[in-house]
């Protein structure tokens, strides 16, 4: 039976994998790219994150903070995603075998289930959530999970690079 390591093996050992291994822009590239996507990504949630804690933008209503910046997370999201993933056939058993990588892939599973508790639950529940009102203590307490979980995310993601072998 084929181990998880096995699998990873084969990974990085397809026609992919070697081109981006056998480059000297292409990974250098993908990694700057996955590195922005990050930024416009985790942006666009802080932006959110600080309305939800009542911090900034407080005379605008939550739907139209959220509004605004959920297509530029979706699409930091998809372009670090399959950055990531070009990153990660590159060297899939190192990274499959690094903490640092885990603790990243944790943490980015956290953050979604945090954002998914926040549409699905907790927004629902205070559809009117205005401009000047006072964020509910729920949504206080989403949004700073929120920050806490992307800045883990943004270190974990950079201690990968002091600890991939």
Do not use: C
């Amino acid at each position: 039976m084929a181990t998880l390591h096995d699998a990873l093996a084969w990974l990085q050992e397809t026609p992919l994998a070697h081109a981006i291994q056998d480059s000297e822009v292409l990974f250098p590239a993908l990694e700057s790219i996955h590195v922005l996507a990050l930024a416009v990504l985790a942006g666009t949630i802080a932006h959110v994150d600080l309305r939800l804690l009542g911090l900034a933008w407080r005379g605008r209503a939550l739907a139209a903070v959220t509004r605004e910046a959920l297509p530029w997370s979706w699409a930091g999201f998809a372009v670090a995603l399959a950055s990531g993933a070009l990153l990660f056939v590159s060297a899939a058993t190192r990274y499959g075998d690094n903490i640092a990588f885990r603790i990243k892939l944790a943490l980015l599973l956290l953050a979604g289930l945090n954002a998914l508790v926040f549409h699905a639950l907790a927004q629902p529940r205070h559809p009117e959530q205005g401009a000047r009102q006072p964020p509910p203590a729920s949504f206080r307490v989403i949004g700073g999970a929120s920050l806490l979980l992307w800045a883990g995310v943004i270190v974990a993601g950079r201690w990968i690079g002091f600890t991939v072998r």
